[in-house]
């Protein structure tokens, strides 16, 4: 398979190295034979959870791997080690390493804050819990909203002969939409933060998105879950196996902690002290080493301050964030040709994809925006997507929060609420959907999912396409 692969790539499209300026990869000569580990990644990542569990589940890492030697590899021997060295580098160390050191942070202190204690699931309550949920999610991330509040809405409705819709609706809602506001709140927005957006573009250019969405969806979840609740009022009782008991905070430590890693961000989109380190041609920005230092540092605080059976109580392991921080070190090196095509633009061999996002005039259109960036994030993870989209509206950070910002807003709306569409849109929802299931839930399957989202959420994003972006 390597061979098969690599040789073609080399013998099609292999250029001497000084086709490029300096060590920049020369995109417009680059085939979309570059976009194959890429698009196999995504696709492994798509499909090896639910095809071939068990493989996926002890090799994935190996997998990753795989596509990426499959990216490595032709690079330097088609423009030569060093533009290899430094495009791969750039991607790992001024992109990867700050956003799976925020992922890290997030999951580790969110993991030693427990929600003790039960209440009773009527349907007010289940809205009020998925509203706290929406808008935790924009400052603690969606990982973290979703790590922390799933088992009290599981508790909340473990009584309730008709419970899974409520997971369903808290996929919707904290897994994904509530999660447009801020950097911290889903994994595209940060990487758009690390490509240059500032941190509160978010939430001055999409909350009226998120206001409209979100709140249309949760009167959904109201009209619904009034309905069952009705409806249960006749059925027989099932013994409440977590009875009401006071709500407690525990690991009260770990909120100062979130609130510097919060601190540590804004710092570091303010202080620009101009000092920086070159590895291998990459500069890494000395505002950017402190941050990730110090967002590092304070996880380890968490794990030092929080007390053990919160976090046994949580359900915490270091599982899940390990499987992200492989899978997304594949994910970024494998982009690295992917990105170089996009920003060759209409000389690129993505060049039809870029007609289909842009106007007879030459404009942005911002609907194809909207749904293509969608469409994608459904099925693949929904930060590599909001990469690709980003660098075809032309990876400049100012004209797109400028001239450009419905465009940007587009962009980083489809990303963070289309996750929601299918259970492996975004890395949460898979988490949450097996938290469910090992607590009892009777949860839809891939397709029963997916109808939930076809008939709630896609007539919603329908109509917020045409009122914000048509």
């Given at each position: 398979?390597?061979?098969?692969?690599?040789?073609?790539?080399?013998?099609?499209?292999?250029?001497?190295?000084?086709?490029?300026?300096?060590?920049?990869?020369?995109?417009?000569?680059?085939?979309?034979?570059?976009?194959?580990?890429?698009?196999?990644?995504?696709?492994?990542?798509?499909?090896?959870?639910?095809?071939?569990?068990?493989?996926?589940?002890?090799?994935?890492?190996?997998?990753?791997?795989?596509?990426?030697?499959?990216?490595?590899?032709?690079?330097?021997?088609?423009?030569?080690?060093?533009?290899?060295?430094?495009?791969?580098?750039?991607?790992?160390?001024?992109?990867?390493?700050?956003?799976?050191?925020?992922?890290f942070a997030l999951f580790t202190i969110s993991g030693g804050i427990l929600v003790a204690g039960n209440i009773h699931g009527t349907p007010l309550v289940n809205a009020g819990l998925l509203l706290i949920g929406a808008l935790l999610a924009s400052v603690i991330g969606t990982t973290g909203a979703s790590m922390i509040?799933?088992?009290?809405?599981?508790?909340?409705?473990?009584?309730?002969?008709?419970?899974?819709?409520?997971?369903?609706?808290?996929?919707?809602?904290?897994?994904?939409?509530?999660g447009s506001l801020t950097p911290l709140g889903d994994p595209p927005l940060f990487v758009g933060f690390l490509r240059g957006v500032d941190f509160f573009w978010t939430t001055t250019n999409l909350w009226r998105e998120t206001l409209f969405t979100g709140g249309a969806v949760l009167a959904i979840f109201l009209v619904i879950d009034i309905m069952l609740h009705r409806r249960e009022a006749g059925a027989p009782k099932i013994k409440d196996p977590t009875p009401d008991s006071k709500v407690r905070l525990r690991g009260l430590p770990n909120l100062p902690l979130l609130a510097g890693v919060i601190g540590a961000i804004l710092l570091s989109a303010t202080w620009k002290p101009g000092v920086s380190l070159a590895i291998h041609g990459v500069n890494l920005e000395l505002q950017n080493l402190v941050r990730d230092a110090v967002i590092l540092a304070l996880a380890f605080v968490s794990l030092a301050v929080s007390r053990k059976e919160y976090r046994e109580a949580n359900g915490f392991n270091w599982g899940p964030i390990a499987e992200v921080a492989k899978l997304f070190a594949g994910i970024f090196i494998c982009i690295v040709p992917v990105v170089a095509i996009l920003r060759a633009g209409h000389d690129g061999a993505l060049a039809p994809l870029v007609a289909l996002v842009t106007s007879a005039q030459g404009t942005p259109n911002d609907l194809a925006y909207f749904w293509l960036t969608g469409a994608l994030s459904s099925f693949l993870d929904n930060a590599p997507t909001y990469l690709v989209f980003f660098e075809l509206a032309g990876g400049d950070p100012r004209h797109l929060m400028t001239e450009f910002a419905s465009t940007l807003a587009a962009i980083s709306a489809g990303a963070v609420f289309m996750g929601a569409n299918t259970y492996i849109g975004n890395a949460p929802n898979f988490m949450v959907y097996a938290i469910a299931r090992q607590r009892g839930v009777t949860m839809p399957g891939f397709f029963g999912y997916m109808m939930w989202s076809g008939l709630v959420l896609i007539p919603t994003f329908l109509v917020a396409g045409w009122l914000f972006f048509g």
């Open positions: 398979m390597a061979a098969g692969v690599i040789a073609p790539a080399i013998a099609a499209f292999a250029q001497p190295a000084f086709a490029a300026d300096a060590h920049a990869l020369p995109g417009a000569s680059m085939s979309l034979w570059w976009a194959l580990p890429f698009a196999g990644l995504l696709l492994s990542i798509a499909t090896g959870p639910l095809l071939f569990h068990h493989v996926w589940e002890h090799h994935y890492g190996k997998i990753a791997t795989l596509w990426a030697a499959l990216v490595i590899v032709p690079l330097a021997l088609a423009f030569g080690a060093p533009s290899a060295t430094e495009a791969v580098l750039h991607a790992l160390l001024t992109e990867y390493m700050s956003f799976i050191i925020l992922l509040l799933i088992r009290p809405v599981i508790r909340a409705n473990d009584a309730r002969p008709f419970n899974a819709h409520v997971v369903v609706f808290f996929i919707f809602l904290v897994s994904n939409i509530g």
